[in-house]
């Protein structure tokens, strides 16, 4: 009786390992005929099997099965996903052919996601880069693109949990950058360093060089505060801007992102406090200047607002909002006149007030028309400034440049700028 059951036993294992070979066999001949429904079918046949594989034909089988799911590029984003999981599973055997298979599935995907990224399919583009890091985690920058073009789309929760992810790996996104001038196009251009060798070489190329990349990290904090604060989680915000502030304190970009984010939160002082830090910081940037007058503007504080304005333009003198915003200051000022005007009544002092309000109208919009007239030089498709100096120069009895100005918001209007 004992021998009995050994020997069934022996010819049940037997008929085990007959079934589990044929399967992978038939998949296999599947998979090189590109009829990838059959080896899914012959792959699942021999998955209910898969228990009783030994080391080899498990290498073998999840090898199989990632091919027959990538299906030389046609599957879905399920199957990809699915791929780089049954590849992930291969140990021992068809350790080369799962390298060339991963590195087959990474050219792959980089170039649909530069396609889905080039038509402005960000979401698809977020999840084909993704893809392309799960199959190679040395390529962290594939993850800050997924994350990047999450952001675009935009589908927030989703970038937060990358962004998270890249915090955790510690990326930062630094890197040597290897450059040279062509001599054709004068232009420098950015190259790897074997092509950049070449290219000198060949002189093609002149004045090579390297230098390091900035660090991307103020840019995904930035990122990850304002999905916080777009989600209405200010406290989680503001802690990620202090976390990177205490390990990098003079980063002028991560103040401002700071700022930005107390800004959304209509904490003004607490923007205004760190604008000022910034501006010590870097004095010459007109920027700073421009977003503190904005700041005085809102708080009614005119006069304030008129001077970071006017020092934002003796660093930028083409600052094109800052023209914009000091001609809506000025012009701030109509408001209380016409109310006092419409109050006004009929008596001989009445009608005299009437007149110097009037005339103090019409200083005041003479005031405000060289900040329009020098924002519509610098920009000649700013309608609104155009349609305020169409209207000033009505009211002021200038015919011909009231005239002159419609024909150009008329030109601008059919023109859709």
Known sequence: MKKQVIVALAISMGAFSFA????????????KSSNFSEAKTALSQAEALKGE??????AKYYYLNAEALYANGKGSMKDIDAAI?????????YIQETADLKQKMVTSLVTSGNTAYEGKDFSKASKYFEKTYRLNTKDTVYLYYAATMSVSVPEYDRALTLYEELK????????????ATNVETKKEEILDKNTRDLYVRSKSHIKPGERTTDSKKPEIVKNVALIYVSQGKDEKALAAMKDARAES?????????????HYKMGNTEEFKSLLKQAIAMD???????????????????????K????KALELDPNYVNAYINLSALILAGEKPMIEEMNGLGTSKKDNDRYDELRENRQNLYKEAVPY??????LDDSNINAAKTLMNIYSILGESEKSKAMKEKVEALEASGK
Not at 20 to 31: G, H
Request: proline letters at 5%.
């Open 20 to 31: 589990q070979k044929k399967e992978l066999k038939t998949a296999e001949k599947a998979i």
């Open 53 to 58: 594989m030994d080391s080899k034909l498990k």
């Open 85 to 93: 999981e049954s590849l992930s599973n291969v140990e021992g055997d």
């Open 168 to 179: 955790n790996l510690g990326y930062t996104g630094i890197a040597k950058e290897y450059f």
């Open 249 to 261: 304190p003079n980063d002028v970009n991560l103040i401002l992102s700071e700022a930005n984010v």
């Open 283 to 305: 004095p010459k940037n007109p920027e700073l200047q421009y977003n503190l007058g904005v700041i005085a503007a809102e708080s009614n504080h005119p006069d304030e607002a």
């Open 307 to 310: 001077k970071y304005y006017q």
């Open 372 to 377: 329009l007239s020098k924002a519509l030089q």
